[in-house]
Antibody
Framework: EVQLVESGGGLVQPGGSLRLSCAAS????????MSWVRQAPGKGLEWVAN????????YYVDSVKGRFTISRDNAKNSLYLQMNSLRAEDTAVYYC??????????????WGQGTLVTVSS | DIQMTQSPSSLSASVGDRVTITCRAS??????LAWYQQKPGKAPKLLLY???RLESGVPSRFSGSGSGPDYTLTISSLQPEDFATYYC??????????FGGGTKVEIK
């Protein structure tokens, strides 16, 4: 059974940092592109970033470029999102998701349960 | 970037109704479209991909169609468990992956 379990969310002050993790199981993690998607309270879904199987390609939504870094450790079956210089508008539930198609463009077939990041003083 | 516009943003329907949700891309996306269902407090769930291909385990009352920039999600006979918010997502031209704004299906 495919499972994605996020962790690392919490309350952080504006300008602060946070590192999210996503533990994957039930599939060959190293064979898939992975994405982070977020959802602000009461709002829609926003794709944040994705990463190729070997970590050699990474893409970001414009609003987080230069502040967020996506990475992965295939030996640990884990996906990460390092978030720096956090702003109030980064407040959201962050989901990790699996992308079954090869290439940076794919739908997302499995999602974690999400972890809440709140940026507030 | 390709913009995705969903309509309506919300609708009220009764159990047994046929429901149609529309998603329009800012340009053609060659059927590279997925639909998701999200219930409150839960993660999105993939329903369809490639515009019309049903994800494994999804009931056949869900169907998708469309071409070019225009796509629809149809629920042939609305069931109580279908009351949720639905999102479309294009994956034709990336990055970024882009989602529609969502359609909330409520009980009439």
């Amino acid at each position: 059974e495919v499972q994605l379990v996020e962790s690392g969310g919490g309350l952080v002050q504006p300008g602060g940092s946070l590192r999210l993790s996503c533990a994957a199981s039930g599939f060959t993690f190293s064979s898939y592109w992975m994405s982070w998607v977020r959802q602000a309270p009461g709002k829609g879904l926003e794709w944040v970033a994705n990463i190729k199987q070997d970590g050699s390609e990474k893409y970001y939504v414009d609003s987080v470029k230069g502040r967020f870094t996506i990475s992965r450790d295939n030996a640990k079956n884990s996906l990460y999102l390092q978030m720096n210089s956090l702003r109030a508008e980064d407040t959201a539930v962050y989901y990790c998701a699996r992308a079954p198609l090869y290439g940076s463009g794919s739908y997302l077939d499995y999602w974690g349960q999400g972890t809440l990041v709140t940026v507030s003083s | 970037d390709i913009q995705m516009t969903q309509s309506p943003s919300s609708l009220s329907a009764s159990v047994g109704d046929r429901v149609t949700i529309t998603c329009r891309a800012s340009r053609g996306i060659s059927n590279s479209l997925a639909w998701y269902q999200q219930k409150p407090g839960k993660a999105p769930k993939l329903l369809l991909y490639a515009a019309s291909r049903l994800e494994s385990g999804v009931p056949s009352r869900f169907s998708g169609s469309g071409s070019g920039p225009d796509y629809t999600l149809t629920i042939s006979s609305l069931q109580p468990e279908d009351f949720a918010t639905y999102y479309c997502q294009q994956y034709y031209s990336t990055p970024p992956l882009t989602f529609g704004g969502g359609t909330k299906v409520e009980i009439k």
